[in-house]
């Protein structure tokens, strides 16, 4: 199960595999995807009611399935926090994948749930370097932040792991190693890959 408070991702990577979803709101998958986000002020009131139904066996829920959780929007409607308050209260098992650093703000909570259910925070990082990840996910904060963001939640207590998505041949593959060594120096106990995927309307994002 995943959960996606915010819909489109100011991040702006050219890879990204949600990028045809945001078609599904009458939105162009190019600029639009990063330009006109869709906030869902109602999902952590959707999420409790999704938690008290009888059918539900508190399974492992995803923060984000679709697009960064974490996203500048956040910091100003905290909706990523309201969820995760939900699943405090619950008890329910948590995974995070993010670029941002502002997960670290939430450590409070991420604690609560390491201490109560269970929780694991992915950093997606698929490139050592900044200039050349700036050229790809534009808009993403640089890699330094978050692996200082990384080592803060470690150093709290909360398991973290690396995801090296997506891999580009012939762009990134030789970056790996540099990455995995980065991130177990910040604390990393667990990593991830995925290829390149360029399905639908991304090829051509991606090309451009």
């Known amino acids: 199960w995943s959960v996606n408070p915010y819909r489109g991702c100011f991040h702006a990577c050219a890879y990204c595999y949600a990028r045809p979803s945001h078609e599904y709101w009458g939105f162009g998958s190019g600029t639009d995807f990063e330009s006109k986000i869709v906030a869902k002020p109602n999902a952590p009131a959707l999420l409790r009611h999704a938690f008290n139904r009888s059918s539900w066996q508190g399974e492992l829920v995803v923060f984000s399935g679709n697009t960064d959780c974490y996203q500048p929007l956040e910091a100003t409607y905290q909706l990523t926090r309201a969820c995760l308050e939900v699943c405090t209260e619950f008890r329910n098992p948590v995974g995070i994948i993010t670029k941002s650093a502002l997960v670290a703000r939430d450590v409070d909570l991420l604690q609560r749930l390491h201490r109560d ?92």
């Open 117 to 208: 259910a269970w929780v694991r925070v992915y950093f997606s990082i698929p490139f050592a370097d900044n200039e050349t990840a700036r050229k790809v996910e534009p808009q993403t904060p640089a890699i330094t932040k978050r692996l200082d963001a990384m080592r803060t939640l470690s150093d709290a207590g909360i398991p973290t792991g690396v995801s090296i998505a997506p891999v580009i041949p012939g762009l990134n593959e030789q970056d790996i190693p540099e990455i995995l060594s980065l991130a177990r120096e910040a604390g990393a106990v667990e990593a991830t890959f995925v290829l390149l995927r360029l399905s639908g309307s991304v090829q051509q994002v991606f090309l451009d």
